[in-house]
């Protein structure tokens, strides 16, 4: 049995979907359905089971599980950048994972992590995928630090040469429709211009950078599903590995992107970031990718402008979701 937690969530649902491809659906899904909906990722994907978080978590601290668990891929987190309980993401990000990372340990299976590009900060100490680097990182936000909180745990114990973890960089594609205001700018700019034929973009706050020439590096979550079942496929690669594109596309470029799959002309307002997002926000992000390709990924990544074609004709205009 596989497991994925987060399977309901954006990437975790678009990774069932592409397992189920495959011909895979004995997989438990643990998730927190909450209120949202998220559910609706589900109707489509095929599993053996699913359970609630705080059930599994239970059962994993309590008696031993007869479970043929043969690997984990740990997607479940709260990946809100602007949460404030630290507490809420301390115990959800960190605890939680440390002792599903036991759990696997204790019953021997492949474990396949979400970090996240947010623990590399402002990116002044670079984009390497290098876990001898990452205690000088210096992530903006709570949320990067908690992801950060369990890279660091897991080169303590040494467990980064058994475990893998994956630092996403901005994915956005279908079934991330539930993230409210985590949703990706193509979900967003999509709306906008059907509702006032405008998108809007942060002004730049900073002179070496224009007004939406702030760049990230983006990536298609179909890309990135299948960078992430590369280490499914090849269970003696371990470590921590960028999950990018390695190149570095400006804010500008993502909107007029949207704006041609939608067959319409750019129109662009820049207006002021909010004073607390100012010193949080970053300029520059873009994957260093050449650890993953030296572990024998060799898949290209989708262009920017047909990834958002793909997702804006495909999935959006269509109302549609990932699976069959």
Known sequence: MLLVTGGAGFIGSALVAA??????????????????????NLRRLRFADYM?????????????MDWDVEAIVHLGACSDTTETDCSYLAKNNFEFSKLLAGWALEIGARFVYASSAATYGDGAQGFA???????????????????QMFDLW?????????????KYFNVFGPNEYHKADMRSFVLKAFEQI????????FKSHRPDYGDGQQVRDFIYVKDAVEMTLF??????????FNIGTGQARSWDDLAKAVFAAMGKAPAIDYVD???????KYQYFTQAEMGKLRAAGYAAP????EDAVEDYVQNYLMKDEYLGD
Request: proline letters at 5%; a negative charge; hydrophobic letters at 40%.
């Open 19 to 40: 397992l189920n491809k495959r011909g895979v659906e004995d997989i438990l899904i643990v998730d927190i359905l909450g209120h949202d909906q998220r559910w609706k």
């Open 301 to 304: 990544t989708l262009p920017l």
């Open 273 to 279: 970031m909010p004073e607390t997002l100012r010193d």
């Open 154 to 166: 897991c080169r303590q114990k040494g467990l980064l040469e058994r475990f893998v973890g994956l």
């Open 231 to 240: 280490f499914l496929d090849n269970p003696d690669v371990c470590g921590l």
């Open 52 to 64: 609630e978080a705080d059930d599994f978590s239970d059962m994993v601290a309590g008696e031993p």
């Open 194 to 201: 059907n509702a006032e034929g405008r998108v809007r973009l």
């Open 129 to 147: 995928d290098n876990a001898s680097q990452i205690q000088s990182l210096l992530p903006l936000n709570m949320y990067g630090y908690s992801k």
